[in-house]
């Protein structure tokens, strides 16, 4: 496979605003759900959170941010409550030269 070299895009440390477009589910190394956020021209960066809800979790505490009731057993949609929703959000670039979302920082705009 050949593959094209691309330019690098650099997002500056700080506040940001933006949407929230998709909300994705990987399964390794550890079972994680990414909020994708577009933001300033098509740049998109996602913020990671351990796929697990509970009031006190990251996830959930996210999704209570955007009006989810964590009532114990019942299900939850997390797309039906952040996609297409407008926020912000902290960056900062980790060492090796990538942006990352600040842990606890996606706030409802």
Do not use: W
Not at 32 to 48: L, P, R, W
Not at 53 to 66: A, H
Not at 81 to 89: A, G, R
């Amino acid at each position: 496979m050949k593959l094209e070299v691309e330019e690098s895009k650099s997002i500056e440390d700080g506040k940001h605003t933006g949407v929230i477009t998709a909300v994705e589910y990987r399964e390794k190394p550890y079972k994680y759900t990414d909020v994708v956020i577009s933001f300033e021209e098509s740049k998109t960066i996602k913020a990671g959170y351990p796929t697990c809800v509970t009031k006190e979790s990251k996830l959930g505490k996210l999704l209570q941010e955007f009006g989810a009731e964590m009532e114990v057993g019942s299900v939850i949609d997390p797309e039906l409550f952040l996609k297409d929703k407008e926020v912000q959000f902290l960056t900062m670039t980790n060492e090796n030269g990538f942006a990352n979302v600040v842990p606890n920082s996606l706030k409802r705009k």
